[in-house]
């Protein structure tokens, strides 16, 4: 039994369709990657997985039905997301911001959140001190206290240069490796994407066009028709 | 009589919410405002128009355009000094300012005119007109035609105009309009110009019809809201109708509400049910709607009033109980009696802080939640329960109503859900508090003096146990506040959407708080009911709100301190009590309105978070905090502790 | 920044403002009667609760009266037992918060007695914190069902009470059969309706309507509109001066063809000149003979405010006042040994009736059940003509006669009939 199931799930906007029955698995303990061109509907994506985008089609998480579930219960079920703009609380500090998401059985659930993604040292500091960089990591360590059971993260590496961005990478891949969680990566960056994910899902205009291991996608005529506009 | 005729009586009514309700939709468009004190505007400006006219023997239309200069100057003052300055600040400051106003024009009236009401001579013809049978005042249906002509022509300069294209570019993006060339403080001004012109014609007009003092027209302000809300705050074509369906329709509702019968009549029969329709209509149509206020495009996500963790929670509540005992056993009566009424007015103000400070809830209903408690106090004490029973017992069932109270929240946010709330405080006030029947019959209810373990409290008996309520109250918020419940509230307050994916039940929080808000000002609303030893229901009313929650924002609504401040400044506190020491009580309602002005823009935390950062600044002056950046301990952060896993 | 420093200014200067305006504005609300005629002995303090500044009801001229009154005992009666009697009055605004401060101050500043309370706010919120007290109210203008039965309220005159039950009685005795009526919207207000519906059965009419208005309503077309429709012979209008005028105007408006009865407070020169000739013919309930009555009493009255208080509009509440005032002097000089409020408070349980200046003479054995402190229940119905206030008589009692004094020229009416 798959983590999490999407069967034909469709997101409507008024009149636009911002997802058009789109279906895969994500099986624990993988790095799941999610790609396309802008406006492909990623983040529209993970706003219907995590309840706060209304669609019809079902979401099975190990099984269990949560279509109607709301957004808070999601959450505490183990989906647990990060936001593209980042939301972190500003009238709090970074250790507070991890608090209101602390949960699990494990002793600390916060230092050891803030350990992994390597910004202990943001603890006491406001939101509004950090850089961007720091600040991005720090959201991923506010998801991480929730103990998620999948993590789903919204283009986490924007504004990354190379660099940062393979040492964010590695990052990721230790946490699944080692069994901390099982991570659905949203970006645009797709060498990231290639790097470390284990399968790849493929959007454009609201539609799954390829899905597979990075090798197959790689080479997918679809997904460089997609991105370039023309075969590769 | 039939309804098609009575509601026709209706016209005077509805004409008076139909121009209020235009100025409204005026100012909303332009400047995405509230405006609280359209009523009050209408007020002071008709009592210029009259002076002139009346008082100095002007001509009519020498004193229209001095009362029309007057309008623009004001509208011109108070967009250039107080709402420019307050464009980005969050949007509490914003109503809190349009408050300021109302209560400044108040006591202005009250202070230089002459506030009895009187009957001017109308400015146009009130010769009785038949009409279908009735003799309707001609007056009134010229009202209703003004109204009519000055939403057209509103409609046309909005639509035909380059002004009107740029008011309405302006709505919705503020940022885009100023790089196309216009300037948004032009727009601006000349929004507010207008729409305090149109208060003015509204105050004259009516005020030969409705009376003038300088409470009528500033009343009106829930029953103009409703209509304003129909028209969602953009059409004047809508606003207009829907300000004369609803005058209408009030006096059409007199035909029923006068009616006799048994208990479940008690419903629509009675004081003010006619008049509590519009709230009612406010309150059902933003439940059902969500959203009826379009939003702006500026997206102004200013700061709410900072809430930082209270310090002294230990020292603060011993010297504030040994300054209280000190107090109370060595001040006369009538000072003891003010600081009684003032720890009441800070167990109030202390539910604002939990509900709009903590959680960020807007709420306009506090001083209605007190009444409950001090109706319920006075109907339980009647009955013969002890004291130490009726205070959690009508606290409880105040909290009842803030529960009611709460569910609009789970739709509604921000400026809707003040009107909300102002419209079930107002439900209250005209409908539930002031209903005979339900004080027993006695006119008002009688609360029997307090008695604790048998020994009935005196003075200064029940100043010391009020006190000691207060302050374990006082720290109990404030423990709140340091707990994961405060976390929280604060994360709910700033950003639902990440508070909700963080595992929060928004909508059992949002409702929590209102219940346990709703509860405190109950426990507030039975301590002055056993202080006066009577429900004094002339005080629970929305104009006490206002005040409250005003009151509570100049001390800093997000702190424990701040409810301390909203205390001394109720009305019968110890600032009141000052006040009239001086002889100079008659200058409360300005000295209020023009403070809160001032500290709207100059302290936009509040005075207590003013001093909280002036000790912050000073301590950080003191040991200066390292840039926040990594620490250099020699940890390589460039490099991966582990081997980097193959790329598959 | 030139848009920081404005602020400051602004604050500075308003803080300034404040601060003159709060020096130069004091006595607004404590005011002290200046006359002591010269006395050397220790004042007496009185105090009096008025509801002043307040759109529906204004009481500044019992604050005139208070004073003038004050300097007349002072000045021409010799103070009592040799002291100087000073008053002083506070306006609470109609504010039930203010209503309680003021009686507090009051207290403080150790006043043996309260005289002529005409509040709004008054009855419903100060009463219970005055009986704590001890400290009783010798005349005024009772509005609420307390004030009518608090043992420590002592009016001259039926107040309110009187005004509304007195018309009733009128309008029975001169062949009315249906009578409509129309009160506000405050529990006072529903009491009146209530408490005339009662009545009127009582006294033999056959049909009764009442409706509410609120008082702060911008139309009152609809209210008389529905009255109007229902035809009846007489109608009452519980209102004050703020809405007369309006009120008076549609009843014109509508042609409303029946004998219409208001309360005296609506009968003053401001109502008057609003109307216009809509107050013709309008009947008032005065506790009080016209201020041009002849009479010794009347004589008295005006010749004292002619010199205390020049230029005062002489009305029903003027008069009702300055009753009040002649009341508490009389019942003061009448206390044993030292004048205390209790020792007042005893001297006016006991009883003795008092004649009245300008209005019927109280009988405390005989007052109302219903209401034990109302011990004059006497009321003059006085009908408006031509700018003047002309008695209203009636031919004959019948079967009212309990209700009906009639003294010379005066037909007294008691809504409430004594006991005997």
């Known amino acids: 039994m798959s983590l999490l199931e999407l069967d034909r799930v469709t997101v409507r906007y008024g009149g636009v369709t911002a997802v058009d029955s789109v279906g895969f698995a994500v099986e624990s303990g993988t790095l799941m990657g999610l790609i396309g061109p802008n406006g492909a509907g990623k983040t529209t994506m993970i706003d219907a997985i995590t309840g706060m985008a209304r669609c019809s089609g079902d979401i099975r998480l190990a099984g269990e039905s949560i279509a109607s579930w709301p957004a808070y219960r999601r959450s505490r079920a183990g989906i647990v997301r990060t936001f593209q703009s980042l939301e972190l609380f500003m009238e709090l500090t970074v250790r507070e911001n991890l608090q209101t998401y602390a949960r699990g059985r494990q002793a600390d659930p916060v230092a050891s959140a803030l350990e992994r993604m390597d910004v202990a040292w943001t603890a006491d500091r406001y939101p509004a001190e950090l850089s961007t960089g720091t600040a991005r990591l720090v959201s991923v360590a506010r998801a991480l206290a929730a103990a998620p059971r999948l993590l789903l993260l919204d283009e986490p590496a924007a504004g990354l240069d190379a660099g940062e961005s393979r040492r964010f990478g590695a990052k990721l891949r230790r946490l699944v490796d080692s069994g901390v969680t099982t991570i659905l990566l949203v970006d645009h960056d797709v060498d990231l994407i290639m790097n470390v994910c284990d399968d790849i899902q493929v959007l454009d205009f609201g539609k799954k066009i390829a899905s597979g291991p990075p090798s197959a996608v790689r080479a997918d005529p679809e997904v460089a028709r997609a991105y370039l506009g023309g075969t590769a | 009589m039939a309804v098609l005729q009575f509601a026709l009586l209706g016209l005077g009514l509805g004409g008076a919410y139909a121009l209020l309700a235009l100025g409204l939709v005026t100012i909303y468009r332009g400047t995405g405002v509230l405006n609280f004190s359209q009523g009050a505007v209408a007020m002071i400006c008709a009592y210029v128009f009259f002076a002139l006219r009346d008082g100095l023997r002007l001509s009519t239309a020498g004193a229209a355009l001095l009362a029309a200069a007057f309008a623009v100057v004001l509208g011109l003052a108070f967009y250039l000094l107080v709402m420019r300055q307050l464009r980005n600040s969050p949007v509490l400051a914003r109503i809190i300012a349009t408050l300021a106003l109302l209560l400044l024009l108040q006591g202005l009236a009250m202070l230089l005119f002459d506030v009895q009401t009187r009957t001017p001579v109308s400015v146009v013809p009130a010769t009785p007109v038949d009409l279908l049978g009735i003799a309707i005042p001609m007056d009134r249906l010229i009202l209703a035609g003004v109204a009519v002509v000055l939403a057209v022509a509103l409609s046309l300069v909005s639509r035909r105009t380059r002004i009107g294209l740029a008011v309405r570019a302006i709505s919705d993006s503020e940022k885009g309009a100023s790089l196309s060339g216009l300037s948004p403080v032009l727009i601006g001004a000349l929004t507010w110009a207008v729409g305090f012109v149109l208060a003015a014609v509204a105050g004259v007009m009516l005020s030969p019809i409705a009376g003038l003092d300088a409470k009528a027209l500033t009343l009106l302000v829930v029953p103009v809201f409703a209509a304003a809300l129909i028209a969602r705050f953009t059409s004047f074509g809508v606003a207009v109708a829907a300000g004369l369906g609803l005058g209408m329709v009030e006096s059409a509702l007199q035909l029923v509400t006068d009616a006799e019968g048994a208990w479940y009549t008690w419903l629509w029969t009675g004081p003010g049910r006619s008049q509590a329709l519009p709230a009612l209509v406010v309150i059902i149509a933003m439940i059902f709607s969500g959203r009826l206020l379009p939003a702006r495009g500026e997206v102004v996500r200013g700061r709410l009033p900072i809430s930082p963790p209270p310090r002294y929670r230990v020292a603060g509540p011993i010297i504030a109980l040994a300054a209280g005992l000190a107090f109370i056993f060595s001040v006369r009566p009538s000072w003891l009696s003010a600081g009684v009424v003032t720890l009441a007015g800070v167990m109030i103000a202390l539910s604002a802080v939990l509900v709009t400070g903590f959680i960020g809830q807007i709420s306009l209903a506090q001083v209605a939640f007190a009444g409950t408690g001090g109706m319920l106090t006075a109907l339980l004490s009647s009955a013969g329960l002890p004291f130490l029973l009726v205070l959690p017992l009508s606290g409880l069932v105040a909290a009842l109503l803030g529960l009611l109270a709460g569910l609009p929240s789970l739709r509604v946010r921000g400026p809707s859900l003040a009107l909300v709330t102002l419209s079930a405080a107002y439900i209250c006030q005209v409908a539930v508090f002031s209903d005979g029947r339900l004080l027993g019959g006695q006119g008002y209810n009688r609360v029997a003096s307090p008695a604790l373990f048998g020994l009935e409290l005196g003075g200064t008996g029940f100043a010391v146990v009020t006190l000691v309520i207060v302050i374990v109250t006082g720290s109990l918020v404030a423990a709140l506040r340091v707990s994961t419940f405060g976390r929280r509230a604060l994360a709910v307050r700033e950003n639902e959407a990440a508070a909700a994916a963080a595992g929060i039940d928004i909508k059992r929080f949002k409702l929590a708080a209102f219940t346990l808000s709703a509860f405190v000002a109950g426990v507030g609303g039975s301590l002055l009911g056993y202080q006066a030893n009577v429900f004094a229901f002339e005080r629970f009313t929305i104009f006490e709100s206002l005040h409250v929650i005003a009151m509570a924002y100049i001390g800093g609504i997000g702190m424990v301190s701040g409810a301390l401040f909203a205390g001394l400044g109720a009305s019968g506190g110890l600032f009141s009590q000052l006040l009239a020491t001086w002889g100079a009580d008659s200058y409360q309602l300005v000295i209020a309105g023009g403070a809160l002005l001032l500290a709207v823009q100059l302290h936009p935390d509040g005075m207590a978070a003013t001093l909280h950062t002036i000790r912050e600044r000073r301590g950080r002056r003191s040991s200066p905090a390292p840039a926040a950046a990594p620490p250099d301990d020699g940890k390589d952060r460039s490099a991966p502790a582990e081997p980097s896993v193959p790329v598959k | ?420």
């Not at chain 3, 077309?221 to 008076?248: C, Q, W, Y």
């Not at chain 3, 309360?263 to 009080?288: H, N, P, R």
């Not at chain 3, 003795?352 to 229940?377: C, S």
Request: with cysteine.
């Open chain 3, 1 to 420: 920044m030139s848009t920081r420093i404005r602020p400051k200014v602004l604050m500075a200067g308003t803080a300034v403002l404040a601060l003159v305006l709060a020096g130069c504005g004091g006595g607004d609300s404590a005011g002290t009667s200046a006359g002591t005629g010269g006395l050397k002995g220790d004042p007496i303090k009185l105090g009096s609760i008025l509801t002043i500044t307040n759109p529906a009801w204004s009481n500044g001229s019992v604050k005139t009266v208070n004073e003038a009154w004050a300097a007349h005992i002072n000045g021409d009666l010799g103070g009592i037992g040799g002291r100087p009697v000073v008053v002083e009055s506070c306006d609470d605004h109609g504010d039930p918060a203010k209503t309680s401060q003021c009686l507090n101050n009051l207290i403080d500043s150790g006043v043996v007695a309260l005289v002529n309370n005409s509040s709004l706010a008054f009855g419903a919120n100060a009463l219970p914190a005055m009986e704590k007290a001890g400290i009783v109210n010798i005349g005024g203008w009772p509005v609420t069902a307390d004030e009518y039965r608090s043992p420590y309220n002592f009016p001259a005159t039926p107040g309110a009470a009187g005004s509304y039950p007195g018309l009733a009685v009128y309008f029975a005795a001169t062949g009315a059969k249906k009578l409509a009526v129309a009160y506000s919207n405050t529990p006072s207000g529903q009491l009146v309706g209530q408490a005339l519906k009662k009545q009127w059965e009582t006294l033999g009419g056959t049909g009764y309507f009442m409706t509410e208005f609120d008082a702060a309503a911008a139309d009152f077309t609809p209210t008389i509109s529905k009255i109007a429709s229902e035809r009846p012979d007489a109608v009452i209008l519980a209102v004050g001066e703020g809405a007369a005028p309006r009120m008076f105007q549609a009843v014109k408006n509508t042609g409303l063809a029946a004998k219409v009865g208001v309360s005296s407070t609506a009968g003053t020169q401001k109502v008057f000149q609003a109307a216009g000739d809509a107050a013709e013919g309008i009947l008032y309930a005065f506790a009080s003979v016209p201020a041009d009555y002849d009479s010794e009493d009347a004589r008295t009255y005006r010749d004292v405010l002619k010199k205390y208080a020049p230029g005062l509009d002489l009305t029903g509440q003027t008069a009702v006042a300055a009753s009040s005032m002649q009341y508490a002097y009389d019942t003061l000089s009448a206390v044993k040994g030292e004048l205390t409020k209790e020792s007042v408070l005893a001297t006016l349980q006991e009883g003795k009736p008092w004649k009245g200046l300008l209005t019927h003479g109280t009988d405390p054995k005989n007052a109302p059940a219903e209401m034990p402190q109302v011990t004059n229940p006497y009321m003059l119905i006085l009908e408006y003509r031509n700018g003047s206030f002309v008695p209203a008589t009636i031919q004959d009692p019948g079967n009212l006669s309990q209700y009906i004094d009639i003294q010379g020229d005066l037909a007294w009416i008691a809504g409430n009939p004594p006991k005997s």
